[in-house]
């Protein structure tokens, strides 16, 4: 029997159970596909990585990292083994701060009698998050190689192939901020098609091409137009509503929490998105939340982000995008955006969990005007990466986590899916059967407005 097979027979060819947590052995779930194909395909296209850019790391690094990239090559490959064997997990072996959490956590998932979570068997948003967890642990272990993220290449790489889609965005956010007379209607007009941007940024994700970059050619705005008909559901004007009664608050600071997802152009349309809101005051100040270390191949890192500004700012070969860099850099530069990369957004739990196991994480976001929800993985963890009938409120799926006002923006990757009207999902299922799981749709939901 090979180790693909022995996985197969491990599983159920049935769909996942409704109302309760994803679990990779339900074959005609999301989460087998990606347990058992793209994800080590994405830990294999790492390694493959490593060793094609080995003269550049040893320049970097030094003739002694070889052992290193001999010794990150090994666990990546010891970490496919596991999962397709479906081995039970192992305890994380790095001084990094948050390994005790990590090794608490799979204490918690053990049976009494000790017996460890295997791959196949166990809630699917702890145990994708383990891969990419173990990842990481392959390269922090080593010598040389402790903070080398082996996708940021990829990640900058996919930032240049989308330039002509910035520049004509970056041309109409600066026609817009030079004017001096830009009319209430206008703003109302146009901050749906803001925000349909950094949602449609949604699509380019690295993660689903094992690294490979997304080129992204078309006008953003254009897009946002041809693309409404695959809006699932479209809750934007109760936030633009929202957003015009508060410019008639005297509120001194509001504060606008952006949760990230992929860097790259994605990142790019946050950051427009985060000018237009400041300029035209309807926030006053804005937090980015990205990742403490490298995660899900694409997700923006504190390295990302400064990178992505400095290259738009001084690389670009449009002026345009400079002008808009230099402003990024200027809001930076007076405290009124500033990058967070808090360690919860790299553990296993969903976000109903912060209140009781970050509450200081949670009191932060309570401080919030509005909070905006980036990318697949972030809402499966608002709702609680459970598979809910499709009719189920987004207010109800995201239960207890209620800091403040939530704005999410999501193209649907994975199979959780919640909020739709009835008999949707089963009318788009008879003509695109995957449909929950290609990028191809979106969902704009909101929570406290």
């Given at each position: 029997?090979?180790?693909e097979?022995k ?6 060819d ?9 679990v ?9 596909p990606?347990l058992s ?6 830990i ?9 850019n080995k ?11 070889e052992?290193?990239?001999?010794s ?12 397709l ?20 956590i799979?204490d918690d998932?053990?049976?009494?009698d000790g017996?460890r979570?295997?791959w ?6 702890y145990?994708e ?12 272990t080593s010598?040389f ?6 996708f940021?290449?990829?990640k900058m790489?996919?930032l ?5 889609a910035m520049?004509?965005?970056g041309k ?6 030079n004017?001096n007379?830009?009319?209430?209607k ?16 949604n699509?380019?994700?690295?993660s689903?091409?094992?690294?490979d970059?997304?080129?992204q050619?078309?006008?953003p705005?254009?897009?946002?137009e041809?693309?409404?008909d695959?809006m699932?559901?479209?809750e ?19 504060i606008?929490d952006?949760?990230l997802?992929?860097?790259g152009y ?20 804005v937090r ?9 191949v694409s997700?923006v890192t504190?390295?990302d982000f400064?990178?992505t ?5 001084h ?9 808009l860099?230099k ?6 530069k007076?405290?009124?955006?500033t990058f967070?990369s808090?360690q919860?957004?790299t553990?296993?739990?969903n976000?109903?969990?912060?209140k009781?196991l970050?509450n ?10 509005l ?5 697949d993985?972030?809402?499966r963890k608002?709702?609680?990466d ?6 189920v409120?987004?207010?109800?799926a995201?239960?207890?986590?209620k800091p403040s ?13 919640c909020g ?10 008879k003509?695109?059967?995957d449909w ?6 979106a969902?704009?939901?909101v929570?406290?407005?």
């Amino acid at each position: 029997m090979t180790i693909e097979s022995k996985l197969f027979n491990l599983c159920i060819d049935a769909s996942p159970p409704r109302n309760e947590p994803l679990v990779a052995k339900y074959m005609r779930s999301f989460a087998f596909p990606v347990l058992s194909k793209l994800s080590p395909f994405n830990i294999s296209k790492t390694g493959s990585y490593l060793s094609a850019n080995k003269d550049v790391i040893l320049q970097k690094y030094g003739a002694e990292a070889e052992n290193d990239i001999t010794s990150v090559l090994e666990k990546l490959d010891s970490l496919i083994a596991d999962i397709l064997s479906n081995s039970p997990f192992r305890e994380l072996s790095s001084d990094n701060i948050d390994v005790k959490i990590w090794n608490k956590i799979l204490d918690d998932f053990s049976d009494q009698d000790g017996s460890r979570p295997t791959w196949v068997y166990t809630n699917w948003l702890y145990t994708e998050c383990y891969i990419h967890r173990r990842i990481f642990e392959a390269f922090e272990t080593s010598t040389f190689l402790k903070n080398y993220d082996p996708f940021y290449e990829q990640k900058m790489k996919a930032l240049s192939h989308c330039e002509e889609a910035m520049d004509i965005l970056g041309k109409f956010l600066i026609k817009y901020f030079n004017k001096n007379d830009v009319q209430l209607k206008n703003l109302r007009d146009d901050l749906p098609k803001i925000i349909k941007c950094a949602l449609w940024g949604n699509r380019c994700d690295l993660s689903q091409t094992g690294g490979d970059a997304i080129a992204q050619t078309e006008s953003p705005l254009d897009l946002v137009e041809s693309l409404q008909d695959l809006m699932l559901a479209d809750e934007s004007s109760k936030v633009v509503d929202f957003l015009f009664a508060s410019l008639n608050e005297s509120k001194d600071n509001k504060i606008l929490d952006i949760i990230l997802d992929n860097a790259g152009y994605e990142l790019f349309t946050d950051l427009c998105l985060a000018d237009y809101l400041v300029t035209y005051k309807f926030v006053n100040t804005v937090r980015f939340h990205g990742k403490a270390i490298p995660w899900f191949v694409s997700d923006v890192t504190s390295q990302d982000f400064t990178a992505t500004i400095n290259c738009i700012a001084h690389t670009s070969k449009s002026e345009t995008l400079k002008e808009l860099g230099k402003r990024w850099e200027g809001y930076f530069k007076s405290g009124q955006w500033t990058f967070e990369s808090e360690q919860f957004w790299t553990l296993p739990f969903n976000f109903g969990q912060m209140k009781s196991l970050d509450n200081e994480l949670y009191s932060k976001l309570s401080e919030s005007f509005l909070i905006i929800s980036k990318g697949d993985l972030n809402y499966r963890k608002l709702v609680g990466d459970i598979f809910w009938e499709p009719t189920v409120p987004f207010t109800q799926a995201v239960g207890s986590f209620k800091p403040s006002k939530l704005l999410a923006l999501r193209t649907l990757k994975s199979d959780i899916t919640c909020g739709l009207p009835e008999g949707l999902a089963e009318h788009i299922s008879k003509n695109d059967p995957d449909w929950l799981k290609i990028g191809k749709y979106a969902v704009i939901h909101v929570d406290g407005l």
